[in-house]
């Protein structure tokens, strides 16, 4: 919404036209045009500004073919309806905050879990993977502080009656997201589940509220069998158990959820990375910084990682990291991240500083991941409560010390959610959801068409594939006209669309269909996996390798 802002400055008038837009979850005003000094002349120019804008943006919307996500309701229904995730025990009315992957969301997931594991751990020399246990010894909570800190302040709405969370910091500042009132501090709420362990003489535990304590209370068995050097890392992907006061969007807040991190451990005389390279100091970010917020200007600025290293707001190793996080967010197509500094008021107790990656999602700019410096927080905390050393030796420095910690963290559903987001296009000209995943995300891959019902196609389709099935999942659709078939597959994300028809026998050749644009090419078969490894792996143009086909018949068809 624009408005007419009037500001006095040496006594004189002086006229401006801002307007406000959602911003990291908050409504902030921003500058558009100055106005001038005469109070109706400037009531003009912005009538003219603004009726110009609105005629821009019409002529846009009309001319645009397709439809983004409206709210985050359409996607749940969305992924209900085509078996992406749909609610836990629902027959029994759900539970709120816990969500079942159905057969192409968990697909979808574990390709998502798959591409993080392969740019992190495997393509890596410095770093290893465990998983440990949800359930772990209670003492591991209370050394890490989550015992006693892992709580938020339970608040409602004094108009709407609306639950919520708040941190700390926000009690008496915070206004309500529904309606703008205020909050009424309910008390504090520890987020950790308790169970307890054995029949009779039973012990209270936690469900993990993380997945980095693991990393840390096995550090030194891992270090030990893995015989790794400093600096090296520690990652894992499993299940995490927070109880939320109130979850929310779908996938975004939940009360059971996936963390992929991994722990970074370094010596603390180790100032340097050498790992930093042009290539991370380069990465280009939009950068929201803490003295920024704490002045409420919450204007993001175009930046560089080497230009937030060089006004030291991080150090070498959490650079080289958060430019990693967001090279590997880039390679899935996630290239609209915003980069948020803690501020002081609201650090973890374990970090000096942490940095947001966050996303314009539907309901508004939240956090998908996140980096912390832990520094030695954990592991000094671990030696104390379990009187076991957590000391190691570091052959370059010939010395014996504690680590320090760099943790990048990734939300896995918030990450899913992110590319269901981006990947939705309603098209008004083919009338259905085209949802856009990158080819090595898509849960199928791609899907097999005998055109014509003759034994003689079927078993060329079949051939196929069996071949294709030896790499990817792909699936075999004979039923209904290709038109269907084609939006079928173009709902849920399969990239290829191949056709056995009447040519095919002739010269060994099919089509294959690109679903974003509905061009076809035709290919040899014996070319057809190479050529399939190359758009999926390599993000080359499938229509590159082979002869276009004109489509115009079959789209009449």
């Known amino acids: 919404m624009a408005f007419i802002v009037k500001k006095k400055i040496h006594g004189k008038d002086y006229f401006y036209l801002n307007e406000t837009h959602r911003e990291n979850g908050k409504v902030v005003s921003r500058y558009v045009a100055y106005l001038g000094k005469d109070k109706i002349e400037a009531e003009k120019k912005a009538k003219k500004i603004i009726d110009g804008r609105k005629k821009i943006s019409q002529e846009k919307v009309e001319s645009e073919e397709i439809i983004k996500l409206k709210s985050i309701d359409e996607l749940a229904n969305f992924c209900k309806e085509k078996g992406f995730v749909f609610k836990s025990s629902d027959i029994y009315g759900g539970l709120s905050g816990f969500w079942d992957f159905g057969p192409l969301g968990v697909e979808l997931f574990n390709n998502i879990k798959r591409d993080w594991w392969n740019f992190f751990v495997n393509q890596r020399e410095d770093m290893v993977g465990i998983e440990a246990s949800i359930i772990s010894h209670p003492k591991i909570w209370e050394a890490s502080g989550h015992a006693a800190n892992f709580s938020d302040v339970a608040v409602i709405c004094k108009q709407c009656k609306k639950s919520a969370k708040i941190d700390k910091s926000e009690v008496g500042k915070a206004k309500c997201d529904n309606c703008g009132g205020e909050y009424q501090a309910q008390g504090e709420f520890n987020l950790m589940f308790k169970t307890k362990i054995g029949a009779f003489d039973s012990i209270e535990a936690y469900l993990r509220g993380e997945t980095a304590q693991g990393m840390f209370s096995d550090f030194k068995i891992i270090q030990q069998t893995s015989r790794m050097p400093l600096p090296f ?12 006061i109130a979850p929310r969007d779908f996938l975004f807040r939940s009360r059971e959820f996936h963390i992929g991190e991994f ?3 370094i010596n603390p005389e180790e100032k340097k990375c050498e790992l930093l390279d042009e290539r991370h100091l380069n990465v280009k970010i939009k950068f ?4 920024s917020q704490e002045k409420n200007e919450n204007n993001l600025r175009d930046t560089a990682i080497g230009e937030i290293l060089k006004d030291r707001r991080l150090e070498e190793w959490h650079a080289y990291w958060l430019a990693e996080q967001i090279l590997w967010l880039n390679s ?13 008021s609201e650090l973890s107790h374990y970090s000096s500083a942490t940095f947001d990656l966050d996303y314009e999602y539907v309901f508004g700019s939240k956090e998908v991941a996140g980096i912390a410096n832990r520094g030695q927080f954990d592991l000094a905390n671990h030696e104390k409560y379990s009187k076991v050393s957590m000391q190691v030796f570091d052959e370059k420095y010939k010395n014996k010390l504690i680590p ?4 990048p963290t990734f939300g896995m559903e918030r990450v899913f959610l992110a590319i269901l987001t981006k990947a939705y296009n309603f098209d008004k000209k083919r009338d259905y ?14 899907a097999v068409f005998p055109i014509i019902k003759k034994p003689e196609y079927e078993i060329i389709a079949e051939k ?18 290709i038109g269907r078939r084609y939006a079928r597959n173009d709902e849920i994300g399969t990239p290829f669309c191949i056709t056995i028809d009447d040519q095919t ?4 050749t099919v089509t294959v269909r690109w679903r974003d644009d509905g061009e076809q090419v035709r290919i040899k078969i014996k070319k057809l996996k190479e050529a399939l490894r190359k758009a999926i792996y390599e993000s080359k143009s499938i229509l590159s390798y082979g002869k276009r086909v004109d489509t115009r018949k079959k789209n009449a068809d």
């Open 263 to 265: 722990e970074f451990f």
């Open 404 to 407: 320090r910690v760099i943790e």
């Open 288 to 291: 929201l910084d803490s003295k």
């Open 464 to 481: 196929i594939i069996e071949d294709l099935r030896q790499e990817w999942k792909v699936s075999y659709d004979k039923s209904g006209s």
């Open 433 to 446: 959801v085209i949802l856009k995943l990158p080819p090595k995300l898509a849960p199928i891959k791609a």
């Open 233 to 244: 890392g520690v990652a894992q992907i499993g299940r995490c158990f927070r109880n939320e």
């Open 332 to 344: 899935i197509g996630l290239n609209e991240i915003k980069i948020r500094e803690h501020k002081k």
């Open 505 to 508: 026998p002739k010269d060994n």
